[in-house]
């Protein structure tokens, strides 16, 4: 199996390219995140950035790449014929090795989104991005766009965990900076990034 791993700081359209693009490309999406929201769910509490993050961290303590285990056991659990997956919400290079170790080196691409912190917040407030936020991560999602200072708070969480080294060693970089996302320019970018997948997997 194939990993095409989408890295990118929050709403830098990683995880909106791949939902797009599955269909097209017949490549399911995964994303790590699934599994977060649900440890926190579980334990009764909100999902704020700061349970998040104690959360997640808790997780990480018992193994750094837990999540990205999570999601690939899943997988494998729920769809053993899959040739080839996008996974949405790795930040560590620990994860990046267990996926080398799991698949083979060969089998992990990674591909980086990047935008301005500004584009990305405003980003909250898109109606595709409330539609698809649901749970605990439509609560998060509240809260980071009535306060910005929350929504640094998960920047430097991501960051934190070593997700700046990962979009630095990307095999290949999106730019999907927009201030009037997502309409201007996505179609662009969709394309170059659907150039990209298919270049490595045919």
């Not at 808790?58 to 769809?79: A, P």
């Not at 290079?93 to 170790?101: A, F, G, R």
């Not at 927009?178 to 320019?185: E, L, Q, T, V």
């Given at each position: 199996m194939?990993?095409?791993v ?10 909106t390219?791949?939902?797009v693009?599955?269909?097209?490309v ?5 994303e ?13 509490l909100?999902?704020?950035p ?12 018992k193994?750094?790449s ?15 014929e899959?040739?080839?997956?996008f ?11 267990y ?23 405003a980003?909250?407030m ?15 999602d509240?809260?980071?766009?009535k306060?910005?200072?929350r929504f640094n708070?998960?920047?430097t969480?991501?960051l934190?965990?070593?997700?700046g ?6 095999d290949?970089?999106?730019n999907t900076?927009?201030k009037?996302?997502?309409?201007n320019?996505?179609?662009?970018t969709?394309s ?7 270049s490595?997997?045919?």
């Amino acid at each position: 199996m194939k990993v095409i791993v989408m890295l990118g700081m929050p709403l830098s359209g990683k995880t909106t390219h791949a939902k797009v693009l599955q269909d097209d490309v017949n490549i399911p999406l995964y994303e790590t995140g699934t599994f977060v929201y649900k440890e926190v769910e579980e334990r009764g509490l909100e999902a704020t950035p700061e349970n998040v993050k104690i959360v997640a961290g808790e997780c990480k303590s018992k193994s750094d790449s837990y999540f990205t285990e999570k999601t690939i056991d899943y997988v494998l659990v729920n769809n053993p014929e899959a040739k080839v997956i996008f996974i949405s919400g790795i930040k560590a290079l620990s994860e990046i090795e267990y996926l080398n170790e799991k698949l083979g080196a060969d089998n992990v691409l990674l591909v980086s989104f990047h935008a301005s912190v500004d584009t990305r917040h405003a980003r909250l407030m898109n109606a595709d991005r409330q539609a698809a936020s649901q749970g605990g991560k439509g609560v998060e999602d509240l809260a980071m766009s009535k306060d910005k200072s929350r929504f640094n708070i998960r920047d430097t969480k991501e960051l934190g965990y070593g997700l700046g080294k990962l979009m630095a060693l990307a095999d290949f970089v999106v730019n999907t900076e927009d201030k009037k996302w997502p309409y201007n320019n996505f179609a662009t970018t969709l394309s170059n990034f659907k150039e990209i997948i298919k270049s490595v997997v045919e």
